[in-house]
């Protein structure tokens, strides 16, 4: 696997990745080595899902989440969409590694809308964080 992505769970991982095969990518490198990738979901005519992101440990902190992810507000925006979402593990879950995934996305922009506490699973909740694109 190129990079680490979803939630590590062996049938979810499995999930996303038949799930990309038909899902707009986009990636992004550095020297000629791919960094990171960001894969989208057309939820809505208004809204585009970040469906799977993941960025190689070697190039945290280096600016390729945020590029991924004006790439993606680019690609939603271009198509009229209003709303970028991700669905990420909820604060109710003590994963220190999600939590620093939450900041990353509120530093995007992202904010906190509902927790589905049974759409993955009992001992995975599910927390929707939107960010409202800017009108042309």
């Not at 909820?90 to 995007?108: E, G, I």
């Amino acid at each position: 696997m190129i990079c680490r992505i979803g939630s590590g769970l062996p049938d979810a991982n499995a999930g996303f990745i038949n799930d990309d095969t038909e899902l707009p990518m986009l990636a992004s490198y550095r020297a000629a080595q791919l960094a990171g990738i960001v894969s989208l979901k057309i939820q809505t005519d208004f809204a585009v899902e970040l469906y799977v992101m993941g960025v190689k440990r070697q190039f945290h902190r280096q600016g390729i989440g945020r590029c991924l992810v004006a790439a993606a507000a680019a690609f939603a925006k271009a198509r009229g969409a209003t709303f970028l979402t991700v669905k990420t593990l909820a604060p109710s879950h003590p994963d220190r590694n999600y939590a620093a995934t939450r900041r990353f996305y509120a530093a995007m922009g992202f904010v906190p809308i509902e927790v589905f506490p049974t759409l993955w699973n009992v001992t995975n909740p599910c927390l929707l964080m939107v960010k409202p694109l800017p009108k042309v």
